[in-house]
């Protein structure tokens, strides 16, 4: 079957990094997404990675290996704001999302 | 408005209840989603519209009933649903070329919040 697997929550300090893992088991592979969702907002796209490597995008990166099925989505410099649940997603080679029950990342000050 | 914009956010209902949820977007796309988010599991695509023709259902049962007017707007009607049914129900639009889903950003909704007691 498929599936993506990533960290329920996660607690970090105001100002450190934090990483959030996922992996995901697919029929086929043609990128991964992240979204982010604030409590009670709607998620919001963050990044998209199809290709290995690293792709940074101001305070946040994201990180693919498909030889893994492993990606992380990197937050440096970490502000209260960024308390939100975190959504990986896969899509397989029939272009469907498969999605991951999101990680939780709490910040502390 | 600008976005994808959901009502209403919170509907609380009872089993024999008939309501419907409503979604618009106004971002000239041409694929809409439905959603249902619960409480750490993960998102459960329920219906796909592209170029107002439904595409996917995902065995969703029949207390559960979409409908695509236009482009622009989405409904989700309800009748006799259960307790298990509560969750947040999520719309989403993206911009598609037809022939799948492809590799295309979804703009959500802040959802509405749905509790059948």
């Known amino acids: ?109 | 408005e600008t976005g994808v914009t959901q009502t209403p956010r919170h509907l609380v209902m009872g089993m024999t209840n008939k309501k419907s949820l409503k979604c618009e977007q106004h971002l000239g796309h041409n694929a809409m989603y439905w959603y249902k988010q619960s409480a750490k599991k993960p998102l459960e695509l329920m219906f796909v519209y592209n170029f107002k023709e439904q595409t996917e259902n995902n065995s969703v049962p029949s207390r559960f009933s979409p409908e695509c007017p236009n482009s622009s707007h989405l409904f989700l009607h309800l009748h006799t649903l259960q307790p298990e049914d509560s969750a947040l129900y999520l719309c989403a639009s993206s911009q598609t070329d037809g022939s799948s889903s492809g590799a295309n950003v979804l703009t959500f909704g802040a959802g509405s919040r749905l509790t059948v007691l």
């Not at chain 1, 709607?42 to 290709?51: D, E, I, K, M, Q």
């Not at chain 1, 440096?76 to 999302?97: F, G, R, V």
């Open chain 1, 1 to 109: 079957g498929q599936n993506i697997d990533q960290p329920t929550e996660m607690t970090a300090t105001e100002g450190a990094i934090v990483q959030i893992n996922c992996t995901y088991q697919t029929s086929g592979f043609n990128g991964l997404f992240w979204y982010q969702q604030h409590a009670g907002e709607a998620p919001t796209f963050l990044s998209y990675n199809v290709l290995d490597g690293l792709e940074e995008k101001g305070r946040f990166s994201s990180f693919l290996s498909r030889s893994k099925g492993y990606s992380y989505l990197l937050l440096k410099e970490l502000q209260m704001k960024d308390s939100a649940s975190y959504l990986c997603a896969a899509l397989d080679s029939n272009y469907q999302l498969i999605w991951g029950a999101g990680t939780k990342l709490i910040i502390k000050p």
